[in-house]
């Protein structure tokens, strides 16, 4: 069951993983009951998150307001969510649009997000 919860998983994938688990609980009987109990849960940034899993499965664009540390600014950038990342903080990996290039966002400095109508169109990138 925590597998099917992993950020970024396709909604189809999901709902395989999650009736593939409901067999091996069937097939286990008793034993089922302790996996049953055991609650696994990701630390997210609420709504943001949400909103960019939801993207991620849907591969539409997104439109984010983003507080910038390095330079003490907010900008507004369109960008193509291609994975969410977690090292110490959670981040979206994505395409920008306003700089033509491959970007990290780090999702706690997201003041606004908002799931735009326009399908995800990252170029082909390599995932480090």
């Given at each position: ?9 396709r ?48 591969r ?37 649009r ?30 480090r």
């Amino acid at each position: 069951r925590a597998v099917a919860t992993l950020p970024g998983l396709r909604e189809g994938d999901r709902q395989a993983l999650l009736r593939a688990t409901a067999k091996v609980e069937t097939a286990a009987g008793e034993a089922a009951g302790a996996s049953a109990r055991l609650s696994v849960t990701f630390e997210s940034e609420g709504g943001v998150f949400a909103d960019v899993d939801r993207a991620i499965a849907e591969r539409r664009r997104l439109w984010i307001r983003y507080y910038s540390p390095a330079r003490d600014e907010v900008t507004e950038r369109e960008i193509d969510p291609i994975r969410l990342v977690s090292v110490g903080h959670t981040y979206v990996e994505a395409w920008c649009r306003r700089s033509e290039a491959r970007r990290t966002f780090r999702l706690d400095r997201v003041a606004e997000i908002r799931i735009l109508d326009e399908p995800s169109a990252p170029p082909e990138v390599e995932l480090r």
